[in-house]
């Protein structure tokens, strides 16, 4: 059974900062994983992309603050977000798309709120 378990969110400052990571279980480590993020009344977006050989992607409303990275010895996946904005404020979700059942895996998400 695959599982994707997020953890890390909560409540900052504008300016501040959160690592969330996202644990995988029962699936291959050299999948791509992704972050999405959904804010209230809104559409779920996709914030950062991170490939099996490391190779990352980012929204253009997260460049240069967020970082994604993975350690695949540990199946987990980080965000780290840095200069936090109150329109970073949402719940965050860890993705992947696993080849070898053509299926989508999500977590339960993490929410992660800035206040101004």
């Known amino acids: 059974q695959v599982q994707l378990v997020e953890s890390g969110g909560g409540l900052v400052q504008a300016g501040g900062a959160l690592r969330l990571s996202c644990t995988a279980s029962?699936?291959?480590?050299?999948?791509?994983m992704d972050w999405y993020r959904q804010a209230p009344g809104e559409r779920r977006e996709l914030v950062a992309t991170i490939t099996s050989r490391g190779f990352t992607n980012y929204a253009d409303s997260v460049k240069g603050r967020f970082t994604i990275s993975r350690d695949n010895a540990k199946k987990t996946t980080y965000l780290q977000m840095n200069s936090l904005k109150p329109e970073d404020t949402a719940v965050y979700f860890c993705?992947?798309?696993?080849?070898?059942?053509?299926?989508?895996?999500w977590g339960q998400g993490t929410l992660v709120t800035v206040s101004s």
């Open positions: 029962g699936i291959s480590s050299t999948v791509d």
């Open positions: 993705h992947t798309y696993w080849i070898f059942t053509a299926r989508d895996y």
